[in-house]
């Protein structure tokens, strides 16, 4: 197993409930691992909840802790998977004054280039919008910080793995 | 608001009528069983202190001193019962009182249901008198915890409570209940939790892992079985000795796996860990098949992991599959309860015995008798030593006692020479090291076993962390008898400094009261022992007693515990003096 901190993604499925976010994040807190990003969302099943989130770590410390986030009495089942295991995405959102768009030719390229959106405009400012890994969130940023930016801010990571997840599976043989 | 008088039993379990959250509550309690809780009224618990007065036939409500004494008291009443403890408290800080006695619960996974007023529910958030936020406070040291601010979700919540506290690995669970929750009626049924859609307390035996295990046991030249309280908590004692028995395997235990199997059984080798005996501690690092059963690898066991028995195979038998590879790295995990798997195990084992590591067991005891046991036991001193109390507590009590202790160097002496014919007979704070742990629950094990003698011993320090139980013990009349080993110092601590800090005794030294003065104050017969010829006597009047009794013994100032693994060391690096 490796023993070199690399990024993994956790996946938590969930029953829906109030604490429970503090219960996981806690896990994480004790033990002094950063959370590099988290998300919680709806999942594919009616009435449960998935958490995503990103770490850096060793693969022994990640074992560990998704027993500790596994045992707690909510949590349905927790995964973790590299990078290559997962197809993932962030989502961002940039703020301008609406007068650049007319000033800097350019800034439409980017947009373009960039397979970004604009979201709205109107006579103060606009709003673009762009999904992608966080890399080309990055690059995109490093190429609009020119302009100046009213706002910025990027979600947490998103993923599905590539393999079957079987939590339904999972949920029958609790009610069995 | 409209009241139900309930006059008998049988009209409170056959009808389901419209009752009120707090009503509910102790009716709840009463369908599980539950005959007596431990806690301490305020504001926001009031309405279910109405009820309990209303149901005092059926559930005995006991008025502990102090919240934290109500948490350990129920902390004794489930370990020695093997039931699930209850305790009940009001918001703010009588809720925050509850904490450490959680936490120990915790970490020593004991099955414990605590509940919790709380303002109403409009007030939530707004710092309203004696507003905590007990469900965040407490979630780190719980199993599971709610709040609940409904009547309706009462039923509900009070049934899983119960059901996750008590099934696979056993915790603490708290259930929050706001005011207005409390007041509130609704309509009252009551049904048992027997399953938790997203928990699986007992993870599937994996029978190849059993053949996996028994397969390295049998072609071992020199298997040691650790165990720890995962025997008690499952009741696989018999199924442990004969195990033990069958394939002639030395056995040692974890602190809180003590009283499993006879301490004279002749494969019983000792207890483990910093202050345990010499032989499990030295030959953990000879054997060359380990086998651990229902035992965490504490740290406190282990010392250091990076030469801990580094030779052996490990297996690994145990519920919590958190647990597995976390400090020990294993070669077979047997996950499951420790009761079905070991009786899977048995059949599968060839019968041995292996006479030659019982050798090393036995030499290597003779060293530590000779260097440690015969001058804590026969000391030659003129000071009395602890091991000396402990010791003629054994001989009256013939070994049938329970013993409840506080956290120090008292301890790791009962602990390392108390005699143990019964299981559930060790009591004690493990992995959380409670001082003040011994007395209130002392008092829940006398009442949840009260055909038992129940034998609490502190030390001079911890005892006055929770001596205001002392007026639980004259209100309930339990019959606890109460040793304390004083020799005004925090003797642990003390050690410490004496040999890691240069015998800087930075507030360590304490001047004591008159405790016998302050036993009496509480009508609880007394006495102070500071000479060895009055010893066996005090204990015997002690013994003899029908009602509480306080016995303090003033013992060398600065005695030692030996042997010892010094903190970070290997266990095979355990001194001995």
Redesign the interface.
């Known amino acids: 197993m490796s023993t070199e901190k690399q990024l993994y993604t956790v996946s938590i499925y ?2 829906n409930n ?2 429970l976010l ?2 996981i994040s ?1 896990i994480f807190q ?1 033990r002094h691992i950063n959370i590099e990003s988290l998300n919680t969302s709806p999942s594919e099943i009616e009435g449960v909840s998935r958490f995503t989130i990103v770490v850096n770590m060793t693969e022994v410390n990640m ?2 802790i998704i ?2 986030i ?2 707690q ?4 089942k927790a995964f973790y998977h590299t990078d290559d295991e997962t197809i993932y995405q962030q989502s961002c959102m940039f703020k301008f004054r609406s007068n650049l768009l007319f000033e800097e030719r350019n800034i439409q390229n980017i947009i373009k280039d960039s397979n970004a959106r604009i979201v709205t405009v109107n006579k103060e400012f606009f709003v673009i919008e762009k999904s992608g890994k966080k890399e080309e969130i990055d690059q995109l940023y490093d190429e609009l910080s020119v302009f100046g930016i009213m706002q910025f801010t990027r979600s947490g990571r998103i993923a599905v793995t590539k393999d079957e997840m079987k939590i339904t599976t999972l ?1 029958e043989s ?2 069995n | 608001m409209e009241t139900v008088t309930i006059k008998n039993t049988e009209v409170a379990t056959k009808v389901t009528e419209r009752i009120s959250g707090s009503e509910a509550i102790v009716r709840c309690l009463i369908a599980e069983g539950v005959k007596i809780i431990y806690g301490y009224p305020g504001g926001a618990i009031m309405p279910v202190y109405d009820e309990l007065y209303k149901y005092k036939d059926q559930i005995h409500h006991v008025l502990t001193r102090h919240e934290q004494g109500a948490t350990h008291s129920a902390q004794g009443f489930a370990r020695i019962s093997g039931k699930v403890g209850v305790a009940i408290a009001t918001s703010g800080p009588g809720a925050t009182n509850l904490i450490t006695g959680i936490a120990d619960a915790q970490i020593d996974s004991t099955p414990m249901v605590c509940i919790t007023g709380q303002v109403p529910s409009h007030l939530l958030g707004s710092d309203a008198f004696q507003e905590t936020d007990i ?2 406070i407490s ?2 040291v719980t ?5 609940v601010t409904k009547a309706s979700q009462i039923p509900a919540a009070i049934a899983k409570a119960f059901y ?1 506290a008590k099934s696979g690995r056993p915790g603490p669970v708290l259930v929050d209940i706001t005011k207005d929750a409390q007041f509130e009626e609704f309509d009252f049924v009551y049904e048992k939790c027997t ?6 307390p007992i993870p599937k035996t994996d029978i190849s892992t059993v053949e996996a295990a028994a397969k390295i046991i049998n072609a071992a030249k020199k298997p040691f079985i650790v165990w720890g309280q995962g025997i008690i908590l499952s009741e696989a004692e018999e199924q442990l000795k004969a195990v033990v028995e069958k394939a002639g395997i030395p056995a040692a235990w974890t602190i809180l796996g003590a009283s499993a199997l006879p301490t004279s059984h002749p494969l019983n080798v000792g207890m483990l860990g910093m202050h345990g005996n010499y032989a499990p501690n030295k030959l953990t690092n000879e054997c060359d098949v380990l086998i651990a059963i229902g035992m965490r690898f504490d740290d406190r066991v282990t010392g250091s992991l990076s030469t801990y028995a580094k030779q052996a195979k490990v297996i690994h038998f145990e519920i ?7 400090n020990v790295k294993t070669d077979v995990a047997v996950l499951g309860d420790a009761k079905a798997s070991l009786e899977l195990l048995l059949p599968l084992l060839n019968e041995n015995s292996h006479p030659e590591w019982h050798q090393q067991f036995k030499d290597l005891y003779a060293i530590e008798y000779e260097k440690v046991i015969k001058e804590d036991l026969y000391p030659t001193k003129e000071g009395l030593t602890m091991g000396e109390v402990i010791k003629e507590i054994n001989i009256q009590s013939k070994g049938e006692a329970a013993i409840v202790t506080d956290v120090g160097q008292h301890q790791m002496i009962a602990c390392r020479y108390a005699e143990f014919n019964k299981t559930k007979s060790n009591i004690t704070s493990g992995g959380l090291g409670t001082m003040g742990f011994g007395l209130p629950a002392a008092i829940g094990a006398k009442m949840a076993a009260p055909e038992r003698e129940v034998v609490s011993i502190s030390g001079d320090g911890g005892y006055q962390m929770t001596i205001q139980e002392l007026g639980t013990i004259f209100q309930q009349k339990a019959a606890v008898k109460i040793v304390v080993l004083n020799n005004e110092f925090l003797g642990m601590v003390r050690q410490w400094q004496q040999l890691f800090f240069d015998k800087r005794y930075a507030s360590t030294e304490m001047v004591n009261p008159n405790f016998v003065a302050i036993a009496e104050g509480y009508y609880i017969k007394a006495r102070k022992v500071t000479k060895r010829e009055e010893l066996a006597e005090a204990v015997a009047e002690m013994m003899a007693s029908k009602e509480a009794y306080f016995l303090e013994v003033r013992v060398e100032k600065e005695g030692n515990v030996f042997p010892m693994v010094p903190s970070g060391a290997s266990v095979s690096d355990i001194r001995l003096e």
């Not at chain 2, 199993?143 to 709040?147: I, P, R």
């Open positions: 969930t029953e109030i604490g503090n219960r806690a004790r074992k560990k027993g500790q596994d045992k009495v909510e949590v349905i949920l609790f009610n | 469900v965040g979630t780190p199993k599971w915890n709610c709040q996750i399953k938790v859609r997203s928990y699986f919590d599959a958190a647990e597995v590879d976390k």
